[in-house]
């Protein structure tokens, strides 16, 4: 009997032992919020104050390390372009990545002025305006916007005809015969 006991007490120790062990919640993975990894382009501009110095345009934005695509740092996909020196800086809304670069003079205030162009959400479709920096602020003197895929789309979009300047474009719903996009021409 004595017997019998120790067995049902061990029996018994052994099952209050699997009960405790066996109801004991399974540790919870502990996922690390992956933080977004904060980037600065830079971008030279030319003398865009008239003070005989270069200037440059520096842009701040978020990367999604695992998708690696572009955010704003600001809602809205805002993307502000800033300068030094006191030069205001622009901010474009809805844009997932900006290409600046300088252009010449366009509108004969003896600086050049940039072209920028802004990624939007629609694919390989890119908002792309002339800036001007005057009275010391900045004035949007074009728009258009134009498919970019390759490099060479962001080359030769201001072109001078008849003393004039022009943005040059494509229109996002016509075609032309070859199944091209049409070019537009803004006047700047």
């Known amino acids: 009997m004595k017997r019998k006991m120790r067995f049902n007490m061990k029996l018994s120790c052994l099952f209050l032992l699997l009960v405790i062990f066996g109801c004991k919640q399974p540790k919870k993975k502990v996922e690390k919020a992956i933080q977004p990894k904060i980037e ?20 701040s934005f978020k990367r999604n390390i695992e998708t690696n695509e572009i955010e704003g740092l600001e809602n809205n996909c805002c993307m502000k372009i800033e300068f030094k020196d006191s030069i205001p800086s622009i901010t474009l809304d809805q844009s ?7 252009t010449e ?6 600086v050049n002025e940039i072209i920028i162009f802004a990624q ?5 479709w890119n908002n792309i305006s002339v800036w001007s920096f005057k009275g010391r602020k900045w004035n949007e003197i074009a728009r258009t916007k134009a498919f970019i895929s390759e490099n060479q789309d962001f080359e030769n979009r201001i072109i001078k005809e ?3 300047y022009y943005l040059i474009g494509e229109n996002q719903w016509k075609e032309n015969e070859n199944g091209d996009f049409e070019k537009v021409k803004v006047k700047i």
């Open 40 to 59: 600065i382009k830079k971008f030279y501009v030319g003398d865009i104050n008239n003070d005989k110095e270069n200037d440059t345009a520096f842009i």
């Open 162 to 164: 008849k003393g004039n």
């Open 105 to 110: 003079d366009l509108n004969n205030d003896k």
């Open 96 to 102: 997932l990545g900006i290409f600046i670069a300088k």
């Open 120 to 124: 939007t959400n629609e694919g390989y």
